[in-house]
């Protein structure tokens, strides 16, 4: 009986092993049926929801993550954006809490070579009425022709590419709660204006070449070029000017690049004392590595006529001859070295600048105007595309000031 019962006895092992190896494979074809349903449904939702679906966001031609979402379609048409709430906490004055502004980028591609980009900006919560700051405007807004990935031409509202926040300007991109003052009073950012140009890379070499309307020389004053920026609106276009920036990736992380503007700013004011030649040059370098971040940039201005412009000009302006200015930014992820996705990063900001660096003899100088601004805080981003910071910044001429800022970027 035993010996009859042998042969079934030896066989069941083999067949245990075969029935085993028979569901491994179901297993694995089941897995792979899986991940190709998966596929096919995330390509169905990308067609259904068009702008809505996620996409992978990166910089193009030195524009912001969320700017740059176009780039990232075939056809069809993008919706990102930006927004910052600001609270402020300034010595010796009110505190204030601002809608400081609400961003919307949207794009649409028409085809392999041809795009639309715009960025629609509403700034401290309105745009007539209860807030007299409160505004509405188009931030940029461009026609471009890609005939590859590393060319393009483009023309319209442009950001003028100097610096390292005009163009990448969303509260995610940068640490401190405020842009650096030195880029808004000598660059100025967020600084933009009508013109055609085109942006290419080579190897490790980027490259933007622009000409664009000149800035509104009537508006200078002692407080730098600020007021000089036309934004598009039937912008005196008399005068033009040139600007050409470069930027190379030297290694993985460090980024070295120039840029100067060329033009002038007396457009069609004959009132002026002359054609205001305005020249601005700047240096910027940028370094990441684990946790650290460095960003470092000097600039200088020059305004040719300016004692002729404080002459005929009304209202004392003091214009200076030369402005110069210059910052130093270092950051350290505290988080980075962890299992976290969050990053939290402490950072520290040292500016210099002088709005009145070279006078004419009939300028009067303003001990404002040579500031020196040292911030310094700490960042927090609980997810990517949010963050929260919290900073001091203590100026030697214009006052302290804690501020707390919200913001975010898809």
């Given at each position: 009986m035993y010996l009859l019962l042998l042969p079934l006895l030896l066989s069941c092992p083999q067949d245990t092993a075969e029935i085993q190896q028979r569901a491994d494979d179901l297993e694995q074809v089941r897995q792979e049926l899986n991940a190709k349903i998966d596929a096919l449904a995330d390509e169905l939702e990308r067609r259904d929801l068009g702008e809505l679906a996620p996409s992978e966001l990166t910089r193009v031609s030195g524009m912001g993550r969320s700017a740059s979402k176009i780039y990232s379609r075939d056809q069809g048409t993008s919706i990102?954006?930006?927004g910052e709430y600001l609270y402020n906490l300034p010595a010796g004055a009110n505190n204030t809490f601002d809608a400081l502004r609400g961003v919307l980028y949207?794009?649409?591609?028409?085809?392999?070579?041809?795009?639309?980009?715009?960025?629609?900006?509403?700034?401290?919560?309105?745009?007539?009425?209860?807030?007299?700051?409160?505004?509405?405007?188009l931030e940029f807004g461009y026609v471009e022709y890609l005939p590859n990935d590393a060319f393009a031409v483009r023309?319209?509202?442009?950001?003028?590419?100097?610096?390292?926040?005009?163009?990448?300007?969303?509260?995610?991109?940068?640490?401190?709660?405020?842009?650096?003052?030195?880029?808004?009073?000598?660059?100025?950012?967020?600084?933009?204006?009508?013109?055609?140009?085109?942006?290419?890379?080579?190897?490790?070499?980027?490259?933007?070449?622009?000409?664009?309307?000149?800035?509104?020389?009537?508006?200078?004053?002692?407080?730098?070029?600020?007021?000089?920026?036309?934004?598009?609106?039937?912008?005196?276009?008399?005068?033009?000017?040139f600007v050409q920036r470069l930027d190379w990736s030297l290694s993985p992380g460090l980024v070295l690049g120039t840029s100067f503007y060329v033009g002038n700013s007396a457009g069609s004011n004959e009132d002026l004392g002359g054609s205001l030649g305005t020249q601005i040059f700047e240096v910027h370098g940028t370094w990441e590595e684990g946790p650290w971040s460095l960003q470092a940039l000097a600039t200088q201005a020059e305004v040719d006529g300016a004692q002729e412009f404080n002459q005929s000009s009304p209202g004392d302006p003091n214009l200076a001859n030369t402005l110069r200015g210059a910052?130093?930014?270092?950051?350290?992820?505290?988080?980075?070295?962890?299992?976290?996705?969050?990053?939290?990063?402490?950072?520290?900001?040292?500016?210099?600048?002088?709005?009145?660096?070279?006078?004419?003899?009939?300028?009067?100088?303003?001990?404002?105007?040579?500031?020196e601004i040292l911030t310094f805080g700490i960042a927090l981003k609980p997810t990517d595309g949010v963050v929260i910071k919290l900073d001091y910044a203590s100026s030697d001429q214009n006052g302290d000031r804690m501020a707390l800022l919200i913001g975010y970027s898809f």
């Amino acid at each position: 009986m035993y010996l009859l019962l042998l042969p079934l006895l030896l066989s069941c092992p083999q067949d245990t092993a075969e029935i085993q190896q028979r569901a491994d494979d179901l297993e694995q074809v089941r897995q792979e049926l899986n991940a190709k349903i998966d596929a096919l449904a995330d390509e169905l939702e990308r067609r259904d929801l068009g702008e809505l679906a996620p996409s992978e966001l990166t910089r193009v031609s030195g524009m912001g993550r969320s700017a740059s979402k176009i780039y990232s379609r075939d056809q069809g048409t993008s919706i990102g954006g930006y927004g910052e709430y600001l609270y402020n906490l300034p010595a010796g004055a009110n505190n204030t809490f601002d809608a400081l502004r609400g961003v919307l980028y949207v794009g649409h591609r028409f085809d392999e070579h041809w795009l639309v980009n715009t960025e629609i900006e509403i700034e401290h919560g309105s745009t007539s009425g209860s807030t007299p700051e409160g505004s509405a405007s188009l931030e940029f807004g461009y026609v471009e022709y890609l005939p590859n990935d590393a060319f393009a031409v483009r023309g319209g509202l442009l950001l003028v590419p100097m610096g390292l926040v005009n163009e990448n300007h969303e509260p995610t991109a940068y640490l401190p709660v405020s842009r650096p003052k030195v880029e808004q009073v000598i660059m100025p950012s967020t600084w933009r204006e009508m013109g055609l140009g085109a942006w290419g890379r080579t190897g490790s070499l980027e490259w933007h070449t622009y000409v664009v309307n000149g800035l509104a020389g009537e508006n200078f004053d002692e407080s730098g070029l600020r007021g000089g920026r036309q934004k598009g609106s039937k912008a005196d276009a008399e005068d033009l000017a040139f600007v050409q920036r470069l930027d190379w990736s030297l290694s993985p992380g460090l980024v070295l690049g120039t840029s100067f503007y060329v033009g002038n700013s007396a457009g069609s004011n004959e009132d002026l004392g002359g054609s205001l030649g305005t020249q601005i040059f700047e240096v910027h370098g940028t370094w990441e590595e684990g946790p650290w971040s460095l960003q470092a940039l000097a600039t200088q201005a020059e305004v040719d006529g300016a004692q002729e412009f404080n002459q005929s000009s009304p209202g004392d302006p003091n214009l200076a001859n030369t402005l110069r200015g210059a910052y130093l930014q270092v950051g350290y992820n505290l988080l980075a070295n962890t299992s976290s996705s969050m990053a939290l990063s402490p950072y520290v900001r040292y500016e210099t600048l002088d709005t009145q660096a070279d006078l004419p003899s009939n300028a009067v100088a303003n001990p404002k105007s040579d500031e020196e601004i040292l911030t310094f805080g700490i960042a927090l981003k609980p997810t990517d595309g949010v963050v929260i910071k919290l900073d001091y910044a203590s100026s030697d001429q214009n006052g302290d000031r804690m501020a707390l800022l919200i913001g975010y970027s898809f």
